[in-house]
């Protein structure tokens, strides 16, 4: 176990390639931590970083205080677990999980122990006498794992281990590494692509794109609030819908647009609109609602907009509505008895408490709606005093 620090981090792949930019985070000792983004986002470079099998172009990397970025993986005591398990298909789970013991050459009465150990650990004793070749994938992932784990590594690198399971095995055994991470106390990091494993099995989370960190932090703290409009579509079960409102003179009066569609604008979000720029608008779809068409009062403390019905999902538990407003796109989470036809006139709302707002051309700085009508505020006393 160890606590890892990244500090100044670069990689270049043929000089062209940034695929790595100024990287610095620390992980606590005993952490289980996540790489999380999607393909070409540099996570798995900065995994085989911190495992050993790439060296940075710059920067440092510290195992408890001492670098380690020169250092090869059996030097760092790290373990590495892959999507695809790199088991020996002729051995059994005994000999694929005591192989780093045995070219270790410990003691056989020793290896016995360790093995048993970890195979009572991952519920596998059963299959400790089967070889890889007889197995199921993720039998097969689980003595992977065992064989990670036996030499109890300083850091256990997990590159998308689940990835390639069906769904209720990948469920199962989601619950399961995060039982025995806990248990084991092992320092640990997991690639994923996959926000829903980062959120369910981390301790904290680091998002990142094209090679860049965009913010780390708990599953709750990037869930509720995204530092911007990218980590807001990113992060969670279904992306935030995020759509831009174009300021209007309408009768001499300033109304907002979506998507070519008029907008009934709350209080908060009339604020930030003008002439000159667009307000930027986000809303997860569990904050959206949607209503048949004339059903929803248009009373300043929402946002609506009106459109028609492109498709409804159900999901068993709810109903997912997409929405098409002019050219833009909204979802809107509702409850599963509810019936929509394709093509419908309809209306979706966004309460104001339910609503962020991106400020820049970047849209790089998000802030809850209830923060923004407090700075709008905030801005207006000044200017009065």
């Known amino acids: 176990m160890a606590k890892v620090t990244l500090s100044g981090i670069n990689k270049w792949y043929g000089g062209t390639v940034h695929a790595v930019q100024d990287i610095s985070f620390e992980i606590a000792d005993g952490e289980f931590f996540g790489l999380l983004g999607p393909s070409g986002s540099g996570k798995t470079s900065v995994l085989r970083m911190l495992a050993g099998l790439e060296k940075p172009t710059s920067g440092t990397i510290a195992f408890d205080g001492a670098a380690v970025e020169r250092q090869t993986p059996q030097a760092r005591n790290v373990a590495m677990v892959f999507e695809q398990n790199a088991l020996y298909p002729h051995m059994t789970a005994r000999q694929n999980i005591s192989y780093p013991l045995r070219i270790r050459g410990l003691p056989r009465a020793e290896i016995d122990a360790k093995v048993g150990e970890v195979a009572d650990m991952l519920n596998i004793r059963h299959l400790i006498d089967r070889r890889a070749s007889q197995m199921s994938g993720g039998q097969q992932q689980r003595v992977a794992i065992a064989r990670a784990l036996v030499r109890r590594p300083n850091l256990l690198c997990l590159d998308e281990p689940i990835a390639h399971l069906d769904t209720l095995l990948r469920a199962r055994l989601r619950g399961e590494l995060k039982r025995l991470q806990r248990s084991l106390g092992t320092t640990s990091v997991i690639v994923t692509h996959d926000p829903i494993e980062a959120m369910t099995m981390t301790d904290r989370i680091a998002v990142m794109r094209d090679g860049v960190m965009q913010q780390i932090g708990t599953a709750d703290e990037i869930y509720n609030r995204p530092v911007n409009a990218f980590v807001a579509q990113f992060f969670g079960l279904h992306s935030m819908n995020v759509f831009e409102i174009d300021g209007i003179a309408d009768a001499g009066v300033l109304a907002g647009h979506c998507g070519g569609e008029a907008v009934s604008l709350p209080d908060m979000a009339r604020a930030h609109v003008s002439l000159e720029r667009k307000l930027v608008i986000g809303a997860r779809p569990s904050g959206v609602a949607v209503h048949k068409a004339g059903e929803i009062a248009r009373d300043g403390e929402r946002l609506v907009v009106a459109g028609r019905v492109y498709v409804a999902e159900q999901l068993g538990d709810a109903l997912l509505v997409t929405v098409q407003a002019g050219d833009t796109t909204i979802q809107a989470m509702t409850a599963p008895d ?27 700085t998000a802030r809850h709606a209830t923060s923004a009508r407090s700075a709008v505020a905030d801005r207006l006393a000044a200017s009065q005093a």
């Open 338 to 364: 509810r019936s929509f036809a394709i093509d419908e006139p309809v209306e979706v709302s966004i309460r104001e408490d339910s609503l962020y707002v991106f400020d820049g051309p970047a849209r790089s």
